[in-house]
C-alpha cells in the first residue's frame, strides 16, 4: 500500500469514527432534555443550560477528531 493512500484512509477513519461517538451523545442528550422538560417545564431554562454545555462538549470530541484527521492528512 503506498504512503498517500493509507494517509488518505486514515484520515478518512479518524473523521469517520471518530464523529460517530460524539453523534450519538448529543442525540441522547437532545432527547432526554425534551424529555425532562416535557415532564417538568418549570426548569425547563436550567435543563436547557446544561444541555447546551452537553452539546459543547460532545461537539469538541469531535473537532479533535477533526484535527487529528487533518493532521494524518496533511503531516
Do not use: H
Request: glycine share 14%; with cysteine.
Amino acid at each position: 500500500m503506498d504512503v498517500e493512500v493509507a494517509k488518505e484512509l486514515g484520515s478518512a477513519l479518524a473523521i469517520g469514527l471518530g464523529a460517530i461517538g460524539p453523534g450519538v451523545g448529543i442525540g441522547l442528550i437532545g432527547a432526554k432534555a425534551m424529555e425532562a422538560m416535557g415532564r417538568n417545564p418549570e426548569v425547563t431554562n436550567t435543563v436547557q443550560t446544561n444541555m447546551l454545555l452537553g452539546f459543547a462538549f460532545c461537539e469538541s470530541v469531535a473537532i479533535y477528531a477533526l484535527v487529528i484527521s487533518l493532521l494524518v492528512k496533511f503531516v
